[in-house]
């Protein structure tokens, strides 16, 4: 792995450790001045966004912090983001963080400069052509975890509370304009997030891979995004300071998010009403879901998965091999990185399981799964999630 690379796809990405100390070029080039620093709560004292902090005082930028943000973003932490924004008159968004942190800094550089309702924006039909593109901040994101790839995506994921649903919110200019991929930034975190994080990426690739529909570029970066996370979530699982692994993760969630383009499926719109309504880790809540959307959905994609298997080396002589094969390594990956099996090892049970399948029958990621879903073949794979 080079220590430092630049490439420009899908945006601007600077790679490699101690990039993060390049963040004031970085505001030059997207023309920031005042920007507003949106991370975490948990982020706020913590070297991450204290080392970003001192890299712009020293440079002479003039900054804030916002850090109102749930760990499934809902509606009032954006409104109350784009009061900041207003108020410390800042012309562009620094997000950092995980997941949560780049979706409310995206949607409040979205939202700064717009006159109509945040919840017009919603993916479906042309929504987003209501958008004034003018009114769009320019973002820098910097994430501190490798697993969403909320830093090269086109939308927010926030939870309207009143419905207690998670909508997406779409425009193309919602992309951040320069991405900062330093593993130095995921040092040391947790084992229990490195593998719900990684899991994460692994969901995006596998899901974006299995999606129907022509769309060979963004199936072969799933397919090497998927054997990145095989050698290397591992390693970054066992050895929190294993800056190539880290490395190596970022670069896979980073490719998982660009692969999903194509499409996600039955994972995604469950785990979308689960977090919502049980505000549970959206990684981890993709993992437990994983190994049960794929025995749902092998009829559709069982044609697919020997040439997924030969990039893997899994070893598989037929189609039934390798559907074997692709399941055992998920099954024995979790359990290597302490994923529960179950919804019920997750503290969940079935009180609201009629109204999550109608969430996720609704849901945006439902219609690029392998298989039609609807209501009564989400509860089929919600119950044998629950029971194992």
């Known amino acids: 792995m080079p220590t430092l690379a630049n490439w420009n796809y899908p945006t ?10 390049e963040l004031p070029q970085g505001c030059a080039q997207t ?14 004292m913590l070297p991450p966004v204290l080392c970003a902090l001192e890299v712009l005082r020293s440079a002479g930028i003039e900054t804030a912090v916002f850090s109102d943000i749930k760990p499934n973003p809902v509606g009032e932490n954006i409104e109350s983001g784009v009061v900041a924004f207003k108020e410390g008159r800042h012309d562009g968004v620094i997000a950092i963080g995980g997941g949560s942190a780049m979706d409310a800094g995206k949607a409040i550089a979205f939202q700064s400069g717009q006159t109509v309702g945040f919840w017009s924006f919603e993916d479906a039909a042309d929504n987003w052509l209501q958008a004034d593109p003018a009114g769009i901040a320019p973002i820098i994101a910097i994430p501190t975890t490798a697993g ?18 998670k909508v997406l919110i779409f425009h193309p200019k919602m992309m951040p304009e320069l991405v900062l991929l330093d593993p130095e930034l995921t040092r040391g975190l947790p084992p229990q997030i490195t593998a719900a994080t990684g899991m994460d990426a692994l969901a995006h690739c596998l899901e974006a891979y299995c999606a129907p529909g022509f769309h060979p570029m963004a199936d072969g970066i799933a397919v090497e995004g998927l054997r990145l996370i095989k050698k290397w979530l591992p390693v970054a699982y066992r050895d929190g300071s294993n800056l190539e692994a880290r ?62 298997a030969a990039w893997l080396d899994l070893p598989a002589a ?40 109608e969430m996720a ?18 509860k089929s794979i919600f119950l044998a999630a629950l029971k194992g």
């Open 12 to 21: 601007s990405i600077w790679f490699g450790t101690g990039r993060l100390k």
């Open 31 to 44: 023309k920031m001045q005042r920007p507003l620093l949106v991370t975490d709560p948990g982020l706020v």
């Open 148 to 165: 969403t790839g909320s830093e090269v995506g086109r939308v927010a994921v926030i939870v309207k509370e009143d419905e207690q649903r």
């Open 247 to 308: 490395g190596h993760m970022q670069v896979a969630a980073t490719m998982g998010a660009t692969a999903f383009q194509k499409g996600l499926g039955a994972i995604h719109a469950l785990s979308h009403p689960v977090g919502a309504l049980y505000d549970s880790h959206h990684g981890l809540t993709n993992a437990v879901f994983m190994p049960y959307v794929l025995a749902f959905n092998r009829p559709a994609i069982a044609g697919k998965l020997p040439r997924l």
């Open 318 to 357: 037929t189609e039934d091999d390798a559907y074997d094969a692709i399941l055992q390594w998920i099954l024995d990956l979790r359990e290597e990185l302490g994923i529960p099996h179950t919804l019920i090892d997750m503290g969940l049970d079935d009180r609201q399981m009629s109204l999550i399948c």
């Open 361 to 378: 029958a609704t849901d945006p990621t439902a219609a690029t799964n392998p298989i039609p879903l609807n209501v009564e073949n989400l």
